[in-house]
């Protein structure tokens, strides 16, 4: 007792003096951990968004300096840039379709696999296995072969006599392959519904059961509101992926965005702006716009989340 | 009596409806997958066998295609493969090392300005790499980086992907406090703690980290299409992409068996590590 006592009493005079002294060095110490990501926020992250905002209101094309012109890019792409709003287009089309699609497979399988069935890691690895190669370049060039004209696809269809047309190369269906590329790729989105659905007591639908819900109702009322935080959170990150989707539009399209621009994605009318014409300044405008877009969907979603996403708290 | 007669039928609704369940899965399973076999079975099939022919097994069995394939442009598929390689695993090191040192400064040391760089740093996640992609060129351009791999690889030693130091960061705060407590008890330093407490406690974390950026580098295609411009230094995807634009209409094995080798490194991860790649999706959010 007299000693645990004693203790902090004989240290008390040389701590003090070496808390001062220790607080520069533990501050110190404490950057230098943070130093590398320090260095790339500043120098690769934060630069470069200023100069990049800077960059949007000059012409630049890497050979002379920018040279200031206002608000000349934007006033062009909003006014007159006919590629900009088709690139809008297919891009809102893709994100429309695609989103809630691959989250309906998703959260489907997830409820049946859900239904504690034998050899559920085997199914749930299967199901993953497309998101974890689809951004891969092989994948679109399978893909393009799936939708030829002598492709698998059709293949499968002629089994039913349906001669189906060559989609990859037809504008009215180039891109939904694509999309269905999304969808493919439902598995990881899939895993976190099914994390999300063991958060769920039993003995919910238990007394549902009881209380005579039947199985569409069970859904509405229970599933899917308790669910609210997993489709919110997943809802987001895919539309944001999706806004940025460019290697299979890329691949399947020979960098062109063709046929007749049905797959020109957004990120790749920038891409072809910025490395192709090298309008960098012009590209600098679009790049800001797509952020505007993803943060004013993001801030949407926050500020309407809390009217239908039920944390349970 | 009745209540074993109740017992037996619910079993038997169990058991059909279970069977339904595993139909729906498996044909689930058929459809999806079956475009991946077909391109493997196809890759060991002649030419002018693969179109118009569903079949997942080849007539007539073949190698060609890979052979042609590995030494089919000017510069060999073993060349990308290496490429690939080289990037992949010094971008794995560099992630693991940088997003740890940041995570573990934000979780478990105190500092001016922490929490001010903190919600930066998850500003950051919400940042579509277009807005740094052309200042970040004109960076590397002036430095002359062009067309070597240092602008894909020295990001990843900057913490650059600070989706892994939220991943970091959650899975240290997970670990107890009291074992810090203890090690400065026993006179260790932070770099000792974060050495030889943290890291050994958070190997799991760490691998997930790992695999995730090995994965995401080796499947890259815009950062290389931007920076690389020899065939020489391509990395496989941008020798795939190639391959589509040269031969890709005439020889479709070829491209085939080379997309096989392409996916060959992730399909390894995914037979390895498939379940710690589905617990970090299932705890985390990894978008994968």
């Not at chain 2, 990308?80 to 740890?100: D, H, P, T, Y």
């Not at chain 2, 031969?247 to 710690?276: C, E, H, N, Y």
């Amino acid at each position: 007792m007299t000693t645990t006592a004693q203790i902090p009493l004989t240290i008390t005079e040389p701590e003090k003096r070496s808390k001062r002294r220790g607080g520069l060095s533990r501050t110190l110490v404490s950057y230098s951990f943070l130093a590398p990501w320090l260095i790339g926020f500043l120098g690769l992250t934060l630069g470069p968004t200023l100069a990049s905002l800077y960059l949007s209101f000059t012409n630049f094309d890497l050979l002379q300096d920018p040279q200031f012109i206002g608000t000349a890019n934007y006033q062009r792409i909003i006014t007159n840039d006919v590629k900009f709003w088709h690139s809008m287009q297919v891009t809102f089309t893709y994100v429309i379709l695609a989103v809630p699609l691959k989250l309906a497979f998703a959260l489907g399988l997830a409820m049946v696999l859900n239904r504690g069935i034998a050899g559920l890691p085997l199914y749930r690895a299967l199901f993953y296995l497309p998101s974890l190669l689809g951004a891969s370049v092989a994948i679109a060039v399978l893909w393009r072969q799936l939708f030829a004209k002598d492709g698998l696809a059709n293949v499968a269809l002629g089994l039913f006599g349906i001669q189906g047309p060559s989609w990859i190369s037809d504008p009215n269906y180039s891109l939904y392959t694509l999309v269905l590329l999304s969808i493919w790729q439902f598995g990881s989105p899939m895993i976190i519904f099914l994390a999300g659905l063991r958060q769920i007591p039993p003995d919910v639908y238990e007394a549902a059961n009881i209380d005579g819900a039947n199985k569409v109702q069970q859904f509405f009322k229970i599933t899917l509101p308790l669910l609210t935080p997993v489709v919110f959170f997943n809802g987001i990150v895919q539309t944001i992926d999706a806004f940025k989707a460019f290697t299979p539009a890329f691949i399947i399209s020979e960098g062109t965005g063709g046929p007749i621009d049905s797959t020109l994605f957004y990120t790749l009318y920038l891409y072809q702006e910025g490395f192709a014409y090298f309008r960098m300044g012009y590209a600098s405008a679009l790049a800001w716009i797509l952020l505007i877009i993803i943060a004013c969907f993001t801030a949407f979603s926050f500020l309407t989340s809390r009217y239908w996403v039920h944390y349970n708290d | 009596m009745t209540d074993a007669t109740t017992v037996a039928t619910t079993q038997n609704v169990g058991g059909a409806r279970s069977l339904l369940y595993h139909v729906i899965l498996c044909a689930v399973s058929l459809v999806m997958l079956y475009p991946l076999l077909w391109m493997l079975a196809s890759s060991f099939k002649p030419d002018d066998e693969i179109f118009g022919n569903a079949s997942l097994w080849p007539d007539r069995f073949t190698l060609d295609a890979y052979i042609r394939g590995w030494s089919g442009l000017t510069v060999s598929f073993g060349t990308f493969f290496w490429n690939s390689l080289v990037i992949s695993v010094l971008s794995v090191i560099g992630n693991v090392f940088s997003c740890s040192l940041a995570a573990y400064a934000f979780a478990r040391l105190k500092f001016p300005l922490k929490n001010f760089w903190f919600a930066l740093m998850l500003g950051t996640l919400m940042l579509p790499y277009h807005v740094t992609l052309i200042p970040q060129y004109v960076l590397f351009l002036n430095l002359d980086w062009v067309n070597t791999f240092l602008p894909l690889v020295v990001p990843k030693f900057l913490a650059a992907d600070a989706f892994f130091i939220f991943l970091l960061y959650q899975f240290f705060r997970g670990i107890p406090r009291e074992l810090d407590e203890a090690a400065i008890i026993d006179g260790a330093g932070p770099w000792r703690i974060f050495w030889s407490v943290m890291l050994p406690l958070s190997v799991p974390a760490l691998a997930t980290a790992a695999i995730f950026t090995f994965i995401w580098t080796w499947d890259d295609f815009f950062g290389p299409l931007i920076y690389l411009n020899d065939a020489s230094q391509y990395t496989v995807q941008l020798g795939l992409r190639t391959f589509v634009d040269s031969t890709g209409k005439s020889d479709w094995s070829a491209l085939f068996a080379m997309s096989v080798v392409a996916l060959i490194p992730v399909l390894l991860f995914f037979a390895v590590f498939q379940r710690l790649l589905i617990e970090g999706i299932a705890t985390t959010g990894l978008k994968g």
